[in-house]
């Protein structure tokens, strides 16, 4: 069966050091996956976005890499400031599902000063 | 600019009613999707449109859920016959169009059924 796993359990780190989440999927061929923020009470918020045949992306603070061998996207905080603190979630595009996003679900970071 | 509105904010129903959630897009977006989330869970499709196109109604998890979009802005999901387990957030997001295009989500509906 196709599955999308992120760890359910929540990341503590502390301020200033690199947070590391894990986006697993299975019986999937995704054309490109999607990163997005989401804190309590709110919709998500996109992050970024990265393709089949590409290996990694970056946004400021942020690093996105996929691993299609794997089957895996690692999404990188540098530097985590505690407004980083929310949850992140994974979601993404086959070719055979048209433009729907499938979503894991998420990994929640908190970021101690 | 303004971004995707939805209306109600909070919703509390006794079960066996009807709700209609609506969603009001970003001007210009075509396509329009609905989600579901429930409380501490990711987000489930629902249902997706673009255009003028026929809707994905494929994750729509019963025939007691519909939804319409008019004039291919705002879009209203309808549920007949609530019940317990219809209780989740109801999330609506646009997107300029199909491809490569990230959402744009807005606020959500919590929907309560007692």
């Known amino acids: 069966s196709q599955k999308i796993e992120q760890n359910s359990e929540a990341l503590n780190i502390q301020e200033g050091k690199t947070a590391t989440l894990t986006c697993n999927y299975t019986?999937?061929?995704?054309?490109?996956l999607q990163w997005y923020r989401q804190d309590p009470g709110r919709g998500p918020v996109f992050l970024l976005l990265i393709r089949e045949n590409e290996k990694e992306k970056r946004k400021e603070r942020l690093k996105v890499t996929f691993d299609t061998t794997l089957k895996q996207s690692l999404f990188h905080i540098t530097a985590s400031q505690p407004a980083d603190s929310a949850t992140y979630l994974c979601a993404l595009v086959t070719k055979a599902a048209g433009n729907k996003l499938t979503f894991g679900g998420g990994t929640r970071v908190l970021v101690k000063p | 600019g303004a971004g995707v509105s939805q209306s109600p904010s909070n919703k509390v129903t006794e079960k066996g009613k009807d709700v209609e959630l609506r969603c009001d897009p970003i001007?210009?977006?075509?396509?329009l999707y609905w989600y579901r989330q429930s409380l501490g869970q990711g987000l489930e499709f629902l249902i997706y449109f673009q255009g003028n196109s026929a809707p994905d109604k494929s994750g729509l998890p019963s025939d007691r859920f519909s939804a319409e979009r008019t004039g291919g802005s705002v879009s209203t999901l309808t549920i007949q016959r609530t019940q317990q387990e219809d209780s989740a957030v109801y999330l609506c997001?646009?997107?300029?169009?199909?491809?490569?295009?990230?959402?744009?989500f807005g606020p959500g509906t919590r929907l309560t059924v007692t």
């Open positions: 019986n999937y061929s995704p054309a490109y």
């Open positions: 997001a646009s997107s300029p169009e199909t491809g490569f295009n990230e959402q744009y």
């Open positions: 001007s210009g977006h075509t396509a």
